[in-house]
């Protein structure tokens, strides 16, 4: 059972920051790439950002120039910073990792912006 460990959601106004952080066990090998996708109730889950293991990124077009992820290598720590905070970005965010032979997911932490 592999455990991601999830902090950083919270409750903020229009056009604050949160900053989102999620731990993968230090030994998990093979990890092609990790990230931050969302959910909203009675939605699909759809991705915010990635971060490959050569530092390649991708981001949704709603968050471009607003989020930026990055990842600490030798913790296997990934970062979500969220600048301009819109009420639309209020859902629950799951991190999640990939490796060679499985996905794995966090729990979820609430992001709540208030307008």
């Known amino acids: 059972q592999v455990e991601l460990v999830e902090s950083g959601g919270g409750l903020v106004q229009a056009g604050g920051s949160l900053r989102l952080s999620c731990e993968a066990p230090?030994?998990?090998?093979?990890?092609?790439?990790m990230g931050w996708y969302r959910q909203a109730p009675g939605s699909q889950r759809e991705l915010v950002a990635a971060i490959y293991m050569n530092g390649d990124t991708k981001y949704e077009d709603a968050v471009k120039g607003r989020f930026t992820i990055s990842r600490d290598k030798t913790k296997n720590i990934v970062y979500l910073q969220m600048n301009s905070l819109k009420s639309e970005d209020t859902t629950v965010y799951y991190c999640f990792v990939e490796s060679a032979w499985s996905k794995y997911w966090g729990q979820g932490t609430q992001v709540t912006v208030s307008s």
């Open positions: 230090r030994r998990l090998p093979g990890i092609k790439v």
